[in-house]
């Protein structure tokens, strides 16, 4: 089956830094790709749409601002955690669609941020 | 916009059981339902997936059965195995509204 990676796999990092975290898909090519934010026991909640060539657009109560998104290429879409605070810690999971898959999500295995 | 509930939150069984997890959905235009399982510290995994067109749909212990009259539809693993154990979602339309999760803990 299709195959989507994330980097890192966990990253821990200070108060108000910035954090990246990349999203590939290895064996196809993803037009549209989706991040997730899953706090501890909870579902996962949609934070935003990454489309390639173009603006993310933004789930309610998500800030595009903190919350940075870049789909470069039909590989590769990037999140990054701008000036992080400890209540940004979560899970950070990407999905992507395969065309012709008919709706068929492939997920990454996820990154865990912690924020001191 | 589409809100998926399911039930239950937790399920306990001893091997060898059936496990039945129902989720409801509100809107009426979605089509495909997937179900994930998600193992500690990892992303969610397909396991099995119905459209609207058909009302029911297994692979091996794994069925899923679809009533959108009731918009409802439900998973079934039956033969229960210690390696079932996970948090299983439920999603409407392309995952983007998923399910609360339901811990399922399968006894030795």
């Known amino acids: 089956g299709a195959v989507v990676s994330q980097h890192p796999s966990w990253v821990i990092c200070k108060s108000g830094t910035s954090v990246k975290i990349e999203c590939r898909s290895l064996?196809?090519?993803?037009?549209?790709m989706f991040w997730y934010r899953q706090f501890p026991k909870q579902s996962l909640m949609l934070m935003a749409t990454s489309n390639e060539g173009s603006k993310a657009t933004y789930e309610q109560g998500v800030e595009k601002d903190k919350f940075l998104i870049n789909h470069a290429s039909l590989t590769l879409s990037t999140l990054t955690v701008t000036s992080a605070h400890p209540e940004d810690s979560s899970f950070y999971i990407c999905s992507a669609p395969r065309q012709g898959a008919l709706n068929e999500q492939f997920f990454g295995p996820g990154t865990r941020l912690t924020v001191l | 916009g589409e809100n998926v509930e399911q039930h239950p939150s937790t399920l306990s069984v001893q091997e060898g059981d059936s496990a039945v997890i129902k989720c409801t959905y509100s809107d009426s235009a979605s089509n495909y339902f997937p179900w994930y399982k998600q193992e500690l510290g990892k992303g969610p995994q397909l396991i099995i997936d119905?459209?609207?067109?058909?009302g029911e749909k297994k692979d091996q212990r794994i069925a899923v059965t679809l009533n959108k009259t009731a918009k409802h539809f439900s998973l079934h693993i039956t033969e229960t195995q210690p390696e079932d154990s996970a948090v299983y979602f439920c999603a409407a339309e392309r995952a983007l509204t998923f399910g609360s999760g339901t811990r399922l803990q399968v006894q030795p």
């Open positions: 064996d196809f090519q993803a037009t549209t």
């Open positions: 119905i459209r609207s067109n058909v």
